[in-house]
């Protein structure tokens, strides 16, 4: 089926052309993890045809799959108060709605999960819903979606989303790595649920996160928010910086290379920017030494992962210092992504939705880390919106959906302006270093400042116009890494220039140069653009009054006010 007529819609990888897998479904889901699985089965659930493709092997890949996780998943008479826990923590730009749909959506979906054959363990014969063991869960999820009839593409990743002459969305095109070639899948809507962006930091389960909903997003004419959120950064051993589960190090005293102890505590509890600044001036090294008994048989169960690199090292965690470091995880624990415009996580593009990190969780978090049970929440709650949402989409599109006229939206990473295959190639992996070594300082990233995110935006840029030249497309290896240098610097440039015009310090966010929460910043960042990038204040125009006793409140209602765009640097 030819997808175009237009000459400057030159088809990815020429020599695989000919062998291109072409399919065809009435939602097709992008991505890997449970917001994708739950997505998938919900729309399968509406009983339409749903093809799911990931980058990796659904149940293995992503964050979830590599260990445990909680769950903000609450008892109903616990509601209210997890509710107001996450409102104060979003500071005034959480959803109060939000939240409470997504609580009570989590709670009401995990007998689904056990039913399918995911056993939580029980207290006094109870299920206990309050984490999951991720490989087993992620097994679970994709067992269901094979025995509800989804179609599953391992080892695919999607590249560029197909759209029709109105503007909507019609399906997506990517390739497969084990059969050499590309595939186009043609599809009456399409969910975006594949992850977040954390750079290639190499934190556990994190490399498939490299942006690239995003990007596809933008590319369709989507946008993005509150991209300012994205520098979450996560403890690590220094001597095995990959693990990224922090709750163990609650029970740590952290100490200089002299021994010194380096406190960190601000009215009895940690000081959440003690370490970065304590890492900014030399070396850190942590010692769990204030785990009771009890405490250790709980965290070394329930986090069990954590410990994997001490035993392979020989290293009592307890009794012995061990250096520690922090891994950039971007927008996986930060809150940035897609920005969603209804009840049912669509987008700004019709036919287009988005899900679970890909898309943004100021609703839930405000710009504070929704990381761990609210994001796992996240995940199972607008996972399953999106998919229906997607699926009545579909349905409303009848026959014509696989008729109409498409053409592919990819830009940078897949086609040159030039069009030229003689012209020399980008180095896709020069481009991840120069992107990372924007992104990855705690001076640069974590402590924000005017100068700072200039200098960085202007570097940016310049890759920014490398990665619009030739990309490199001998191998499906060649296309995917081309087209990932370029979500990883879109992504990247996003989020500093969202950080650039957001002049206070704010949850995750934070501005040396303005130190303090402006109380009248009370507005969501929308940005988008490829050449031009720009930004838009979402005011929230409600009144809150809020005291302890959650007496008065009123939830955030996002209203749109349009400032002028500006322009690239």
């Not at 997506?172 to 750079?199: P, S």
């Not at 796992?376 to 999106?386: C, D, E, L, P, V």
């Not at 190639?425 to 974590?446: H, W």
């Not at 934070?510 to 204040?537: H, S």
Request: aromatic share 8%; hydrophobic share 40%.
């Amino acid at each position: 089926m030819k997808l175009t007529a237009k000459k400057e819609d030159k088809e990815l990888l020429t020599a695989y052309s000919e062998n291109e897998l072409q399919l065809t479904a009435d939602v097709l889901v992008i991505g890997g993890g449970p917001a994708a699985a739950w997505a998938a089965w919900a729309a399968a659930s509406e009983g339409v045809k749903v093809i799911i493709v990931d980058k990796g092997f659904l149940g293995t890949s992503g964050a979830a799959a590599a260990s445990g996780n909680g769950i903000m998943a609450p008892s109903p008479e616990n509601w209210d108060k997890v509710l107001w826990e996450r409102y104060r923590v979003g500071k005034n730009l959480a959803n109060l709605r939000w939240i409470e749909r997504v609580i009570e959506k989590t709670w009401l979906s995990l007998p689904l999960v056990e039913k399918w054959g995911y056993r939580f363990p029980k207290e006094n014969g109870e299920s206990v819903r309050q984490s999951y063991y991720g490989p087993e869960y992620m097994r679970v999820l994709r067992k269901n979606l094979l025995r509800v009839g989804v179609q599953i593409l391992d080892q695919s990743p999607a590249l560029e989303l197909l759209l029709a002459d109105d503007g909507s969305v019609a399906g997506a095109r990517g390739v497969q790595r084990q059969n050499h070639r590309t595939y186009t899948v043609r599809a009456g809507a399409v969910v975006l649920a594949n992850g977040g962006c954390a750079f290639l930091s190499k934190a556990l389960g994190c490399n498939t996160n490299t942006g690239d909903g995003m990007l596809m997003a933008v590319e369709a004419g989507g946008e993005l928010s509150s991209m300012e959120a994205s520098n979450h950064y996560a403890i690590s051993t220094a001597f095995n910086a990959t693990v990224t589960r922090g709750v163990p190090f609650g029970w740590a005293s952290y100490s200089d290379e002299a021994g010194n102890d380096l406190g960190g505590y601000v009215n009895g509890r940690r000081d959440p920017s003690f370490l970065p600044n304590a890492l900014l001036k030399g070396s850190v090294y942590a010692r769990l030494d204030q785990a009771t008994p009890e405490v250790k048989a709980v965290i070394e169960k329930s986090h069990f992962i954590s410990f994997l690199p001490y035993k392979k090292a020989g290293i009592d965690p307890y009794t012995e210092r061990v250096p520690v470091t922090l891994i950039l995880e971007g927008t996986v624990r930060g809150t940035g992504g897609i920005r969603i415009v209804n009840d049912s996580c669509g987008t700004k593009v019709p036919g287009l939705y988005a899900a679970g990190d890909a898309a943004s969780r100021e609703f839930l978090a405000g710009l504070a880390s929704g990381g761990g049970g609210p994001n796992a929440a996240w995940a199972i709650s607008t996972g399953q919106w999106a998919g229906v949402g997607a699926a009545e989409f579909a349905k409303s599109l009848g026959a014509y959906a696989h008729e109409r006229v498409v053409h592919p939206a990819g830009q940078a990473g897949l086609r040159s302006p030039s069009q030229s295959p003689t012209s020399e190639t980008f180095d896709s992996e020069a481009i991840v270093r120069g992107v990372q070594a924007q992104m990855f300082p705690l001076e640069k990233n974590y402590l924000r400042c005017e100068q700072g995110l200039l200098d960085s935006l202007a570097k940016l840029e310049t890759l920014w116009q490398q990665v619009k030249t030739n990309p490199k497309q001998d191998t499906v290896r060649d296309v995917e890494f081309s087209r990932r240098a370029a979500a990883l610097t879109a992504v990247a440039r996003w989020a500093y220039f969202s950080a650039l015009h957001r002049t206070e310090t704010r949850s995750e966010h934070i501005r040396m140069d303005y130190p303090e929460t402006d109380p009248n910043q009370r507005y969501y960042q929308a940005t988008g653009g490829l050449d031009r990038l720009w930004v838009r204040r979402d005011w929230l125009t409600d009144a809150i009054a809020y005291d302890e006793q959650n007496a008065i409140a009123t939830a955030p209602v996002p209203t749109t006010q349009t400032t002028p765009s500006v322009s690239k640097l």
